[in-house]
């Protein structure tokens, strides 16, 4: 496997339901080999920290531990502490034994490093694995050829809105891009911010989404995983069309774009305070339940006709320590969390928002939902996120970068210098 993601052709092969194209803390004894059997709960450390997910992975331990053949240990981490100390986590002395993060180059990086526990046994013996898609396979598997990551759950990214708001304000979802900057406006003359972000405090890394956006539209798919895997350069050309395009709508986001987190984002996109707001289905998860049924999405809007259609539908799962001490209780949990039944379980424990990766578990069946398994599933190229298509490493360059844009845009040329510079750091490493 290489840093280049799979098209979507390749990707949403088999990945869904029968008959369906769709895609998608505590201490433990150490042991270098990762061959040891020692007792005890495995230790799952988790970054799904809002209410709703943290509630839906209490319920998959539980469900786990019921079915009788192990138990697993809960901890959960705020998502960017996670993120930032996952390195630490993997290189300590005695680490957690399983991990949710993500597939792809970012399990690749870490592969690479010796710190991920190979997963061909589970892989090879599970009766749910064997059945999962070929695109599936590849993206769990690192450079070497070796199982490293079990995935369980996919989602989309859109532009989010509540449909009563657009409903009172007399505003429709647009059609190009010229349509989403006449809506822009409209919102903008009836006093609303039409544009919530939520990269401020520790969630900088979501106006990643709008770099990620802004040039798999401008310059494809193919060049932006390029981009990330260090085969251009940030400052090309191609990649300052990407901020020409972005400076025509700062004008219409939120003030406090780079003042507050997704989260406090949400609630201003919820009261009606901003329009509409470019993110992960996992923002639902801060939702009140009885908003969901009043959420609906938009596709970022199209920019060039010609460049092929590519959406941002991210994997999610499992990967385990190399330094485990319960390797075998480690292949079990794995196992049981590639089943349809645990699958299930999240889904209907968190917002349901995601979609399952077992071929045969069931999605909550919303309209919301079954109009983010069309918008998936009508894309030519499927993108992870920034990070996921470069590296945990990488993402702060971003951040510093974007930031730095989004305060002061007229210095786009020395901010892009300044990001191929930093990156360069990461790639050479």
């Excluded at 993206?139 to 009563?164: A, E, H, I, N």
């Excluded at 709508?249 to 996109?269: C, E, G, K, N």
């Excluded at 999605?363 to 069309?374: E, I, N, Q």
């Amino acid at each position: 496997m290489t840093n280049h993601q799979p098209s979507r052709r390749r990707f949403l092969a088999g990945l869904g339901a029968a008959g369906t194209t769709a895609l998608l803390s505590g201490c433990v004894t150490s042991s270098s080999s990762g061959t040891s059997s020692s007792g005890g709960a495995v230790t799952l450390q988790s970054n799904l920290s809002s209410p709703q997910a943290k509630g839906a992975m209490q319920k998959l331990v539980d469900a786990y531990a019921k079915q009788g053949s192990g138990s697993a240990s809960l901890n959960t981490v705020a998502s960017e502490t996670f993120r930032t100390q996952l390195p630490t986590y993997l290189t300590s002395a005695n680490p957690p034994d399983v991990y949710t993060w993500y597939p792809g180059s970012v399990a690749d990086t870490y592969s690479k490093k010796e710190l991920l526990l190979d997963l061909g046994e589970v892989w090879n013996s599970s009766p749910d694995l064997k059945r999962y898609s070929k695109a599936l396979n590849s993206l769990c598997t690192d450079s070497s050829g070796k199982k490293v990551f079990v995935p369980t759950t996919y989602y989309w990214w859109g532009m989010f809105y509540r449909k009563s708001n657009f409903a009172k304000w007399g505003v429709s979802e647009p059609q190009s891009w010229d349509d989403f900057l006449d809506l822009c406006d409209k919102l903008k003359s009836k006093g609303i911010s039409p544009i919530g972000m939520g990269a401020g405090g520790n969630t900088a890394w979501v106006a990643s989404a709008w770099f990620d956006y802004l040039n798999i539209r401008i310059n494809g798919a193919d060049y932006h995983r390029r981009l990330l895997a260090g085969e251009h350069r940030f400052d090309d050309p191609e990649v300052r069309k990407v901020f020409d395009r972005w400076q025509e709508v700062l004008p219409y986001f939120d003030p406090d774009s780079t003042a507050i987190a997704f989260q406090d984002a949400t609630t201003s996109l919820l009261n009606g305070r901003t329009g509409m707001m470019l993110i992960g289905t996992f923002f639902a998860d801060a939702a009140a339940q009885e908003a969901l049924d009043d959420i609906d999405f938009f596709r970022f809007p199209i920019i060039d006709p010609k460049v092929p259609l590519a959406e941002e539908a991210p994997t999610d799962g499992y990967f385990a320590s190399a330094r485990t001490g319960r390797r075998d209780q480690v292949m079990d949990l794995l196992g049981y969390l590639a089943t349809a039944e645990a699958q299930e379980i999240y889904i209907r424990g968190s917002s349901g928002t995601t979609l399952p990766c077992h071929p045969e578990a069931k999605d909550t069946g919303t309209a919301l939902v079954k109009k983010g398994r069309a918008h998936i599933e009508a894309a030519e190229e499927i993108t992870q996120f920034f990070n996921r298509d470069s590296s945990d490493a990488l993402q702060p360059t971003a951040d510093t970068a974007l930031t730095k844009f989004l305060a002061k845009p007229k210095s786009v040329g020395s901010i892009l210098t300044d990001w191929q510079r930093e990156a360069e750091k990461i790639w050479q490493a």
